[in-house]
T-cell receptor
Framework: GEDVEQSLFLSVREGDSSVINCTYTDSSSTYLYWYKQEPGAGLQLLTYIFSNMDMKQDQRLTVLLNKKDKHLSLRIADTQTGDSAIYFCAESFRGSQGNLIFGKGTKLSVKP | DSGVTQTPKHLITATGQRVTLRCSPRSGDLSVYWYQQSLDQGLQFLIHYYNGEERAKGNILERFSAQQFPDLHSELNLSSLELGDSALYFC?????????????FGPGTRLTVL
């Protein structure tokens, strides 16, 4: 079955890099996503990576995918207080008709 | 603003009651997804509709049902409510089915069952 695991909390200082990790179990995943949820708001897609890629960079965000270990990470460079939120890893896989399987989310706290 | 609207924003009701949550997708999006977010279960996919037809079912209870209307808005009906149904219910919409499917999420409806 599908399962996506994330650590629940991460605390960093403003200006440092944050690395949020995720492991997944379904090897037929096609796309892996990172969503951000700010307090009282819905989810916002930050970035995604296709499963045949190793890395994707998008401004301050770097996604690394280790398909062998089924490990996905999101690095946020120069973390700002506005980055404080819950970050969800999600996967979709062939035949899922697009529905997403989410991890439980990592709460990122950025201290000034 | 994602362009997806959900009403109501908050709903407080009693056990045994029935409620209807409403979602309007982004203009032009044919797919609507419903998700439930609770503290213990996290974010779980419930059901997916595409252009009025059910496409996929996730962990949706038999007490719950949904539909998508010709104008593409969708409703999630929750009946015989239990305390454990208290959660945030999200609707998302997208333009495609399957493949890379950027889903745009609404702000959610917070349901409290007392």
């Amino acid at each position: 079955g599908e399962d996506v695991e994330q650590s629940l909390f991460l605390s960093v200082r403003e200006g440092d890099s944050s690395v949020i990790n995720c492991t997944y179990t379904d090897s037929s995943s096609t796309y892996l996503y990172w969503y951000k949820q700010e307090p009282g708001a819905g989810l916002q897609l930050l970035t995604y990576i296709f499963s045949n890629m190793d890395m994707k960079q998008d401004q301050r965000l770097t996604v690394l995918l280790n398909k062998k270990d089924k490990h996905l990470s999101l690095r946020i460079a120069d973390t700002q207080t506005g980055d404080s939120a819950i970050y969800f890893c999600a996967e979709s896989f062939r035949g899922s008709q697009g529905n997403l399987i989410f991890g439980k989310g990592t709460k990122l706290s950025v201290k000034p | 603003d994602s362009g997806v609207t959900q009403t109501p924003k908050h709903l407080i009701t009693a056990t045994g009651q029935r409620v209807t949550l409403r979602c309007s997708p982004r203009s032009g999006d044919l797919s609507v997804y419903w998700y439930q977010q609770s503290l213990d279960q996290g974010l779980q996919f419930l059901i997916h509709y595409y252009n009025g037809e059910e496409r996929a079912k996730g962990n949706i209870l038999e007490r719950f049902s949904a539909q998508q209307f010709p104008d593409l808005h969708s409703e999630l009906n929750l009946s015989s409510l239990e305390l454990g149904d208290s959660a945030l219910y999200f609707c998302a919409s997208s333009g495609e089915t399957g493949g890379l499917d950027e889903q745009f999420f609404g702000p959610g409806t917070r349901l409290t069952v007392l």
